[in-house]
Antibody
Framework: EVQLVESGGGLVQPGGSLRLSCVVSGFTFTTYAKSWVRQAPGKGLEWVADISGSGGSTFYADSVKGRFTISRDNSRDTVYLQMNSLRAEDTAVYYC??????????????WGQGTLVTVSS | QSVLTQPPSVSGAPGQRVTISCTVSSSNIGADYDVHWYQQLPGTAPKLLIYGNNNRPSGVPDRFSGSKSGTSASLAISGLQAEDEADYYCQSYDNSLSGSVFGTGTKVTV
């Protein structure tokens, strides 16, 4: 059974930093890409970042480019999202996903339960 | 900015059929990339419902079906059930962004 378990969310002041973690199981870690998708309170889904199966390629939404970094630790089956220079508009539930990348685009096969990040003074 | 536009809400009685449209506004998506659909039940994480325009993952009832034509896609739910009350999102890929875009979301009320 595929499982993705996020952690690391919490309350942080504007301008601060936070690192989210996502431990995965139930599939070969290096075979699939991983992504972060967020959902602001009462709002829709917003793609944040992807990291390829090999870890050699990363992609970011314009709204987080230069502030967020997605990375992975193959030995720990864990993907991270380092978030710097946080803003109020980054407040959201952050979901980690098992992602399939192909010539016809990207799909998010499985989702974690999410971790809440609140940016407020 | 790519936008996938969905109606904010649709409703139907138990047993009826409802459809949710997803209109692509960017030529960077168009016919080259697949549309996928996700179901988000209240208070839970989204779940992949339809992939590759019209394919159901294992375990998804055949009451759910998807289609795509040009720059428009749709999700149909037939034999509507109370448990289908949820938010539904379409999603595709924009090569100009090198990233994914989600639809605006549709709340289905039974």
């Amino acid at each position: 059974e595929v499982q993705l378990v996020e952690s690391g969310g919490g309350l942080v002041q504007p301008g601060g930093s936070l690192r989210l973690s996502c431990v995965v199981s139930g599939f070969t870690f290096t075979t699939y890409a991983k992504s972060w998708v967020r959902q602001a309170p009462g709002k829709g889904l917003e793609w944040v970042a992807d990291i390829s199966g090999s870890g050699g390629s990363t992609f970011y939404a314009d709204s987080v480019k230069g502030r967020f970094t997605i990375s992975r630790d193959n030995s720990r089956d864990t993907v991270y999202l380092q978030m710097n220079s946080l803003r109020a508009e980054d407040t959201a539930v952050y979901y980690c996903t098992k992602t399939t990348m192909g010539v016809r685009g990207v799909k998010f096969d499985s989702w974690g339960q999410g971790t809440l990040v609140t940016v407020s003074s | 900015q790519s936008v996938l536009t969905q109606p904010p809400s649709v409703s139907g009685a138990p047993g009826q059929r409802v459809t949710i449209s997803c209109t692509v506004s960017s030529s960077n998506i168009g016919a080259d990339y697949d549309v996928h659909w996700y179901q988000q039940l209240p208070g839970t994480a989204p779940k992949l419902l339809i992939y590759g325009n019209n394919n159901r993952p294992s375990g998804v009832p055949d009451r759910f079906s998807g289609s795509k034509s040009g720059t428009s896609a749709s999700l149909a739910i037939s034999g509507l059930q109370a448990e289908d009350e949820a938010d539904y999102y379409c999603q595709s890929y924009d090569n100009s962004l090198s990233g994914s875009v989600f639809g605006t979301g549709t709340k289905v009320t039974v």
